[in-house]
DNA sequence: GCCAACGTTGGC
DNA sequence: GCCAACGTTGGC
C-alpha cells in the first residue's frame, strides 16, 4: 500500500464535504496538472491518503482512501485528465498544520514543504508514521 | 527548441 | 494583498 497526500482549498472542495459524501466517496476531479495526474494513475484501490487544507487552514485535517482507480475526469471532455475516487476514513485528532510540519526535521523533504503547489503527492511510509503520532490517530 | 510573457497557486 | 514559484502558451 502507498501513502499520499491531496489538497483542497476549503472553499472549494472541503473535508466537512467529503465526510457528507460517506463511503459512496467522490471524484477528486478538476486536477490539471501532469504531475498530480501521473501520481493518480500510480493510485490503486486501498491506498491512503492525507486531506490537507490550503490557504485558510494550512493542515491536514483527515484521512481518505482511495475507493476507485484513475479514470477519465467528469468535469472536462479533454481525455488527458484523470481522476481518481476517494472516501474519507476519519478526521485526524489533532489537525496538523503546515507549522507544524517544517517545525519537525523528519518531514524537511516532503513534497508540501518542498513543492508547496502540487495538489497530489506521495507521503513516505515514515513520514506518514511521525504524522499520525503526531495526530493521536492509530498508523493503518 | 528556446525563451519571454502570462496565469495560477499558495504561503505569508 | 503581495510576491515567489512554477507550469503553460505562443512567437520566433
Known sequence: MRY????SEPSTWSWDQQVAKGDAGEEWDGVRNYQARNFMREMKIGDRGFFYHSQTEKAIVGIVEVIAEAHADSTTDDARWDCVDIKAIGPLDTPITLAMIKADERLAEMSLVRSARL?????????WDVICQMAGVESQ
Not at 499520499?4 to 489538497?7: A, D, E, P, S, V
Not at 495538489?119 to 513520514?127: C, F, I, L
Open 4 to 7: 499520499w497526500l491531496f489538497k
Open 119 to 127: 495538489s497530489v503527492q506521495p507521503v513516505a511510509k515514515q513520514e
